[in-house]
């Protein structure tokens, strides 16, 4: 059950897109259909913003946008935004009937 | 809509136990599989079980099997997690979630505030 690989931070500029990659094994996101995507801010519980490698819930804006090749998921934002600073966190379901969380990447809006 | 709300945490010695509660409202409880998460100061979030909407099955992850046990209550709309022989590194902060879609159990759909679980001599 090892935590899913991601970058420790990404940065960008309003307006201009950040992609974060999410590296598992063919255990976890290389092997089933079922990563997520989580937002949190600073004190406050994680929020999902992908499900499904590419689903967005109701409500979720469409600047966020999501993929998966072999054993990496990414997760793209578009047009960025100040209140997109925060911390970023994949998911995926693993054999053995268990969830495995990336390490969390800190997303930071210049 | 929904609402989760969590208790019981607070500190404990290593070795010691505690229960914590997750009183839902605002859907059907009765019908969602139920998730513990927890958050380490300055961690990620680590899943650490999940209960099926009946109670029928129950997973954990590796570092607390034999120790924690998730359970439900569906005529009270509440989780729980009992929690034994606690250690250091079970200091957290532990978020109950409802899964997204009655239907499946692998994503978190709504969150409860958190409540601390402190293990310290």
């Known amino acids: 059950q090892s935590a899913l690989t991601q970058p420790a931070s990404v940065s960008g500029s309003p307006g201009q897109s950040i992609t974060i990659s999410c590296t598992g094994t063919?255990?976890?996101?290389?092997?089933?259909?079922?990563v997520s995507w989580y937002q949190q801010h600073p004190g406050k519980a994680p929020k999902l913003i992908i499900y499904d490698v590419i689903n967005r819930p109701s409500g979720v804006s469409n600047r966020f946008s999501a993929s998966k090749s072999g054993n990496t998921a990414s997760l793209t934002i578009f047009g960025l935004q100040a209140d997109d600073e925060g911390d970023y966190y994949c998911?995926?379901?693993?054999?053995?009937?268990?969830?495995?969380f990336g390490g969390g990447t800190k997303l930071t809006v210049l | 809509q929904v609402q989760l709300v969590e208790s019981g945490g607070g500190v404990v010695q290593p070795g010691g136990s505690l229960r914590l509660s997750c009183a839902a409202s605002g859907f059907s409880f009765k019908n969602y599989a139920m998730h513990w998460v927890r958050q380490a100061p300055g961690k990620g979030p680590e899943w650490v079980a999940v209960i099926w909407f009946d109670g029928s099955q129950k997973h954990y992850i590796d570092s607390v099997k034999g120790r924690f046990t998730i359970s439900r209550d569906n005529s009270q709309n509440t989780l729980y997690l009992q929690m034994n022989n606690l250690r250091d590194q079970d200091t957290a902060v532990y978020y109950c979630?409802?899964?997204?879609?009655?239907?499946?159990?692998?994503?978190?759909?709504?969150w409860g505030q958190g409540t601390l679980v402190t293990v310290s001599s």
């Open positions: 063919s255990s976890d996101v290389g092997g089933y259909d079922y």
């Open positions: 979630a409802k899964s997204l879609h009655s239907a499946d159990w692998y994503w978190f759909g709504s």
């Open positions: 998911t995926s379901y693993a054999t053995g009937n268990t969830v495995v």
